[in-house]
């Protein structure tokens, strides 16, 4: 039997680097080599600069996880870098399908990591308290139909909802669309918020309605957040209620 080789596939967090987990820390400090995307590993120089670190352009991440195996078979210690969670819209998952295409014994190691919805939620107040999901609007990998039905069962089902990837160059007024879907169901004073850039240079962040939602200018790096029928604007935060009080 060949010997077992590990990849740690790790979840970075937010950006910041007291929101990575110890666990994630770990891994990194034990791996001879870290891979992923470029604006990723630029937030990790300072502190594992010592390492030897790998890349490849965005749209290319079939090639970033074969680069993974192809350096695990020289014999490094390799560690697949994510922002947020590995496992939320991360590589976690087309890891184990491109495992398949080597032989040998693989020991895939999935470290969790903080995910925007999380963060961002914590910095607007509490607006995931309740039952919630998380839809991204980008249609790259998703067809734009899916991400509509999606959107619309979200809102019939009265769920706080989390927006990934809002907005792109080539998608500046995909926001504006989902509102507008989301309009056919629940309110225009509908509270909501946003926060950019989470734990990162410029972190920005704003609580509004969903009429306003519409009209404002997000990004890639923007999560958004929709209240449910509860959700409140309490000293400025957005909250959405448990139910403890009753």
């Known amino acids: 039997m ?35 995307y470029t604006v990723y590993l630029d937030l990790l120089k300072d502190k594992y600069g010592d390492k030897e670190m790998l890349s490849t352009p965005m749209k290319q991440e079939v090639d970033r996880c074969r680069m993974c195996f192809d350096e695990a078979l020289k014999g490094k210690k390799v560690a697949m870098v994510c922002s947020g969670d590995a496992g939320i819209y991360g590589m976690a998952s087309i890891m184990y399908e491109i495992s398949e295409e080597y032989d040998g014994n693989w020991n895939l190691v999935v470290i969790p990591g903080i995910t925007a919805a999380t963060s961002g939620a914590a910095i607007l107040g509490a607006p995931l ?24 069962a979200a809102a019939e089902g ?64 923007t999560t958004v957040f929709i209240g449910n029928s509860q959700t409140r604007i309490i000293d400025g935060k957005l909250v959405t209620p448990r139910g403890y009080r009753k």
Request: proline share 3%; charged share 30%; with cysteine.
């Open 129 to 152: 308290n309740h039952d919630f999901v998380v839809i991204s609007l980008s249609d790259l990998l998703t067809p734009l139909e899916t991400i509509e039905k999606r959107l619309r």
């Open 2 to 36: 060949s010997d077992i080789r590990t990849i740690s596939i790790v979840g970075m967090g937010p950006g910041w680097e007291e929101g990575m987990t110890f666990e994630a820390e770990r891994a990194l400090n034990d791996s001879d080599v870290i891979i992923g």
């Open 158 to 221: 009265d769920f706080a909802i989390a927006i990934y990837n809002p907005s792109s160059k080539k998608r500046h007024d995909y926001l504006q669309k989902a509102c507008g879907i989301l309009m056919e169901v629940i309110e225009e004073e509908r509270p909501c918020g946003y926060v950019k850039n989470i734990g990162r240079e410029g972190m920005s962040y704003k609580v509004c309605n969903i009429k306003e939602l519409a009209n404002e200018e997000v990004d890639m790096f």
